[in-house]
């Protein structure tokens, strides 16, 4: 059997995964069901249980879907430049769209949709490795900068901003961190250690 692009399933899956953001937004993860999301998404439940079996199943491919999106990081012409843009992104994503952090604080309750975070992370991190890639390349870091180092340090304080405290968004501190991670990527300090 051959499947059409962007027929059937592919509107049951969108509509289904509408319904899982709009859900774990407005009623969080203890109120998400299997019955509510069919409900929400006006698809049979029966439908929903043989696709995802479960909400750590539901959870996981949204997650999943998100990763598979064309995103690619800025590219300003400078590392703190690509930080900063970078910086700018993420505290849009966890400000601006609710089920971001949703989602991530779903990830702690569901090992499947905690597996599909780590995939959406080891996915954004290796497309943004470009971007300490080309800081070597103009010569703003050493070769052997760890890329991976240098973008948990500059967004961390962007993720602890945000969703540890929750004090909101702040540019200054954004573009301060990316500021800072520029400088001591640029003495070195991120030479060596494994990009995993």
């Known amino acids: 059997m051959v499947r059409r692009p962007g027929g059937r399933s592919a509107r049951i899956r969108e509509h289904v995964h509408d319904a899982v953001r709009e859900l774990l937004v407005e ?46 990081p800025p590219d ?52 943004c490795a470009v971007v300490v890639e080309r800081g070597a390349a103009r010569g703003e ?16 304080p962007v993720y602890q901003q945000i969703l540890l405290m929750r004090g909101g968004d702040d540019p200054l501190l954004a573009r301060q961190a990316a500021r800072g991670v520029a400088l001591a990527a640029a003495g070195g300090v991120f030479v060596g250690g494994r990009e995993g």
């Open 141 to 156: 870091c050493p070769a052997g900068t760890c890329a991976r180092r240098v973008l948990v340090a500059s967004t961390a």
């Open 27 to 72: 009623q969080g993860y203890d109120a998400l069901s299997v019955d509510a999301v069919a409900e929400r998404a006006a698809v049979h439940r029966t439908t929903v249980y043989r696709r995802w079996r479960d909400v750590g199943g539901l959870l996981a491919d949204v997650l999943d879907a998100a990763g598979g999106d064309g995103w690619e």
């Open 76 to 127: 300003t012409g400078t590392l703190e430049g690509d930080l900063a843009a970078l910086n700018a992104e993420v505290e849009a994503g966890l400000t601006d769209e609710p089920v971001t952090a949703a989602l991530i604080a779903a990830s702690f309750r569901s090992p499947e949709a905690a597996s599909a975070l780590q995939r959406f992370w080891e996915d954004r991190y290796a497309r």
